[in-house]
């Protein structure tokens, strides 16, 4: 667990207040397997160390709460309700409350794993199967893959190099696609704020269902599928390896790309806000590469030469504006 994660569960169980951000990581560390166990027997210890008849009495209102279906599916709005008791009542409270919250749920069989903004890294599936998962991006897959399935969901982006298994195909869904393989690498983009979902194919075969549609697509290696989540469209093309894996290496790189994209990929990548006027910017695109570890500082100042803009930065929020506004 690394320090930044310890600060943030510190901070969740010594019940001082948590922003929307914090909260939403917290959700993601109790439904991750790796995280909720240490979590869990923190607050165990606190819960048995206090007799508190108000913290009691709040509990037996919260299991209310905690049985309506509202919090069958997810903890955010459940630990903003706790997080209204008093501060003094507030570990023996919730270490309750999620015991209880969590003897509610059905035996978790599904494996998450998770990669914050800023963050790239790559694992070794069960199967030997090695994926690369590029920031701010969800993998789940049940626990016991690679034994009667290798069925994956992905939030986000991720490349895959597939071990062959001819009896058991690797399926990977993305919303409203799934693309399949036997033993091949690909991969597949599919972020809930961009318009489309992508599924490159660099080496073997895959094949596309998309939902609604009777017919599968049949890449080619050096081929890619754009599904157009807002028209439900379908394109298949070439596309520019170097360009969709430059992540991978560390790399940012951008080729006659819209400047919201450029935007919406900057802050994914350093963990940060940029808040600037659409309208301005809407004709803009960028083409550039920036090297491996290239400071954000540096990026601001290339993209400001070439769509002339002036910025200004203040903790992690940036401020962009246009020069001849």
């Given at each position: 667990m690394d320090?930044a994660?310890k600060k943030?569960?510190?901070?969740?169980?010594s019940?001082k207040?948590l922003n929307n951000?914090?909260f939403?990581?917290?959700?993601?560390l109790?439904?991750?397997?790796?995280?909720?166990?240490e979590i869990?027997q923190h607050?165990?210890?606190?819960?048995?160390?206090?007799?508190?008849?108000t913290v009691?009495?709040?509990?037996?209102?919260?299991?209310?709460e905690?049985?309506r279906?509202q919090f069958?599916?997810?903890?955010?709005?459940l630990?903003t309700t706790?997080?209204?008791?008093?501060a003094?009542?507030?570990?023996?409270?919730l270490?309750?409350?999620l015991f209880?919250?969590?003897s509610?749920?059905?035996?978790?069989?599904?494996l998450?794993?998770?990669?914050?903004k800023g963050e790239?890294?790559?694992?070794?599936l069960?199967?030997?199967?090695?994926?690369?998962l590029?920031?701010?991006?969800?993998l789940?897959y049940?626990?016991?893959f690679?034994a009667?399935?290798?069925?994956?969901k992905?939030t986000?982006?991720a490349y895959?190099?597939?071990?062959?298994?001819?009896?058991?195909?690797f399926?990977?869904?993305?919303?409203?696609?799934?693309t399949?393989?036997?033993?091949?690498?690909?991969l597949?983009?599919?972020?809930p704020?961009?318009?489309?979902?992508?599924?490159?194919?660099?080496e073997g075969?895959?094949?596309i269902?998309?939902s609604d549609?009777?017919?599968r697509?049949?890449l080619a290696?050096g081929?890619?599928?754009?599904?157009d989540?807002?028209?439900?469209?379908v394109?298949?093309?070439?596309?520019n390896?170097?360009?969709?894996?430059?992540w991978?290496?560390k790399?940012l790189?951008?080729?006659l790309?819209?400047f919201?994209d450029?935007?919406?990929?900057?802050?994914?990548?350093y963990?940060i806000?940029?808040l600037y006027d659409?309208?301005s910017?809407?004709?803009?695109?960028?083409?550039?590469?920036?090297e491996?570890?290239?400071t954000?500082?540096?990026?601001l100042k290339?993209?400001s030469?070439?769509n002339?803009?002036?910025?200004s930065?203040?903790n992690?929020?940036?401020?962009i504006?246009?020069?001849?506004?």
């Amino acid at each position: 667990m690394d320090i930044a994660t310890k600060k943030l569960i510190n901070k969740f169980i010594s019940g001082k207040r948590l922003n929307n951000d914090e909260f939403s990581q917290i959700d993601k560390l109790l439904n991750d397997l790796n995280y909720r166990g240490e979590i869990i027997q923190h607050l165990e210890r606190n819960w048995q160390e206090s007799q508190d008849e108000t913290v009691n009495l709040q509990f037996e209102q919260i299991k209310k709460e905690i049985n309506r279906s509202q919090f069958k599916s997810g903890l955010t709005r459940l630990l903003t309700t706790i997080s209204k008791a008093a501060a003094v009542l507030f570990i023996p409270l919730l270490a309750a409350t999620l015991f209880y919250y969590f003897s509610q749920q059905e035996p978790s069989d599904f494996l998450t794993l998770y990669t914050q903004k800023g963050e790239v890294t790559n694992i070794i599936l069960p199967d030997s199967t090695k994926v690369w998962l590029n920031v701010d991006t969800k993998l789940s897959y049940p626990a016991d893959f690679g034994a009667k399935s290798r069925k994956l969901k992905l939030t986000g982006e991720a490349y895959f190099e597939v071990t062959k298994n001819k009896r058991l195909p690797f399926e990977v869904t993305s919303g409203d696609i799934t693309t399949t393989a036997l033993g091949t690498q690909f991969l597949v983009s599919a972020y809930p704020e961009v318009k489309v979902i992508k599924s490159s194919l660099l080496e073997g075969s895959v094949e596309i269902e998309i939902s609604d549609d009777k017919n599968r697509k049949i890449l080619a290696p050096g081929q890619q599928l754009i599904f157009d989540k807002q028209n439900a469209l379908v394109s298949i093309g070439n596309f520019n390896e170097n360009y969709e894996l430059s992540w991978k290496n560390k790399e940012l790189v951008f080729q006659l790309t819209p400047f919201d994209d450029v935007i919406n990929e900057l802050e994914k990548w350093y963990d940060i806000k940029i808040l600037y006027d659409q309208e301005s910017f809407k004709t803009e695109t960028l083409t550039v590469r920036f090297e491996k570890y290239e400071t954000l500082e540096n990026v601001l100042k290339v993209m400001s030469k070439v769509n002339e803009f002036n910025y200004s930065i203040e903790n992690k929020q940036i401020k962009i504006k246009k020069r001849n506004l």
